[in-house]
């Protein structure tokens, strides 16, 4: 059981707050939905989640450590982020092989696996990153969040460059991690797709939460 706790959580860059007193909590097996234009702080306040920046006050809590203190990063986690840091001269497995040499627990049976989950075929895998559309690039950016099975998904904007199959097969992808005990994070600009696949969906503007909803799978939702 993963839980995260986001206490009072802001953060200033050259005097400017991008994140305001930003508090919740989430759990295992639910996908919560970050929603916002551009520049209402989604993408930092993954980050900061990630552990990739510090909050310039308040704390983020994984299971009762606190993030940065006790916990240097969260310690099982998968992330798709803006612009994934690939190697254009390596193939996609090549890079996704790379990735999983760091941890060591996947085989390369599994890397297959997943490349093929998200809809990159044999040939797609073993071409050259740099050939790669947008659209293959966010599914390996995809395939190397999930690749590992980690207790915690972050995702920023999966369904971007995707055609219609493309979202079909994440929403697919993120509800089969859902099941298996993950605790999923994303953006999405497609409003119905981030109702149709979020059990919770906070929404962001200028730093602040405005909204905080439950969704209810039956029908209606639950303002916090």
Same mark, same amino acid.
Not at 5 to 29: C, P, Q, R
């Given at each position: 059981?993963? /839980?995260?706790?986001? /206490?009072?959580? +802001?953060?200033?860059?050259?005097?400017?707050?991008?994140?305001?007193?930003? +508090?919740?909590?989430?759990?295992? &097996?639910?996908?919560?939905?970050?929603?916002?234009?551009? &520049?209402?702080? /989604?993408?930092?306040?993954?980050?900061?989640?990630? &552990?990739?920046?510090?909050?310039?006050?308040?704390?983020?809590?994984?299971? &009762?450590?606190?993030?940065?203190?006790?916990?240097?990063?969260?310690?099982?986690?998968?992330?798709?982020?803006?612009?994934?840091?690939?190697?254009?001269?390596? +193939?996609?497995? +090549?890079?996704? /092989?790379?990735?999983?040499?760091?941890?060591?627990?996947?085989?390369?049976?599994?890397?297959?696996?997943?490349l093929s989950l998200v809809g990159l075929n044999e040939e797609a895998s073993k071409k050259k990153y740099r050939k790669y559309s947008l659209g293959m690039k966010q599914r390996l950016g995809i395939a190397a969040a999930i690749m590992e099975n980690p207790d915690i998904i972050i995702l920023d904007e999966p369904t971007n460059a995707l055609d219609t199959a493309g979202v079909k097969l994440v929403k697919g992808i993120l509800q089969k991690q859902k099941e298996r005990g993950a605790l999923c994070i994303l953006s999405c600009h497609d409003l119905p797709v981030l109702e149709s696949l979020s059990d919770e969906i906070i929404k962001l503007e200028e730093g602040k939460i405005i909204e905080h909803i439950s969704l209810s799978k039956a029908g209606g939702g639950t303002e916090f």
């Open positions: 059981m993963t /839980k995260i706790e986001l /206490k009072h959580i +802001s953060k200033t860059i050259h005097k400017n707050e991008v994140l305001h007193d930003i +508090s919740f909590m989430m759990e295992s &097996g639910k996908i919560y939905g970050f929603q916002g234009v551009n &520049g209402s702080g /989604k993408t930092m306040l993954m980050r900061i989640i990630i &552990g990739l920046i510090h909050p310039t006050n308040g704390s983020v809590e994984i299971n &009762g450590k606190v993030l940065g203190r006790e916990l240097e990063f969260p310690e099982s986690i998968g992330f798709l982020l803006e612009n994934p840091a690939f190697l254009d001269r390596y +193939s996609g497995y +090549s890079n996704l /092989k790379l990735l999983a040499e760091i941890q060591n627990n996947i085989s390369d049976a599994e890397i297959k696996e997943v």
